[in-house]
Nanobody, 116 residues
Framework: QVQLVESGGGLVQPGGSLRLSCTAS????????MGWFRQAPGKEREFVAA????????DYTDSVKGRFTISRDNAKNTIYLQMSSLKPEDTAVYYC?????????WGQGTQVTVSS
């Protein structure tokens, strides 16, 4: 059974940092593009960041460019999202995705709350 499990969420003050992790089990995703999405209360799920299977290509939504960094460790079947200079508008449930949002796999999500 394929599973994606996110961790690292929590409550942080504005300007703070968090690192999210997503570890896959059940099969290897070392040859799969992967990414992060988020869903804020009352809003639709939105794309945050993506990384190619080699890790040599990344993409970010404009609102997080320069503040978030996506990376991966294929040996650990894990991707990461380093989030810095966090803002209240970054508050959301963050989801890991493998192989695309339409037909791929999803984690259960991890809550990130940015508040003073």
């Amino acid at each position: 059974q394929v599973q994606l499990v996110e961790s690292g969420g929590g409550l942080v003050q504005p300007g703070g940092s968090l690192r999210l992790s997503c570890t896959a089990s059940g099969r290897s995703f070392s040859r799969s593009d992967m990414g992060w999405f988020r869903q804020a209360p009352g809003k639709e799920r939105e794309f945050v960041a993506a990384i190619s299977w080699r890790g040599d290509t990344t993409d970010y939504t404009d609102s997080v460019k320069g503040r978030f960094t996506i990376s991966r460790d294929n040996a650990k079947n894990t991707i990461y999202l380093q989030m810095s200079s966090l803002k209240p508008e970054d508050t959301a449930v963050y989801y890991c995705n493998a192989e695309g949002p339409d037909v791929g796999y999803w984690g259960q999500g991890t809550q990130v709350t940015v508040s003073s």
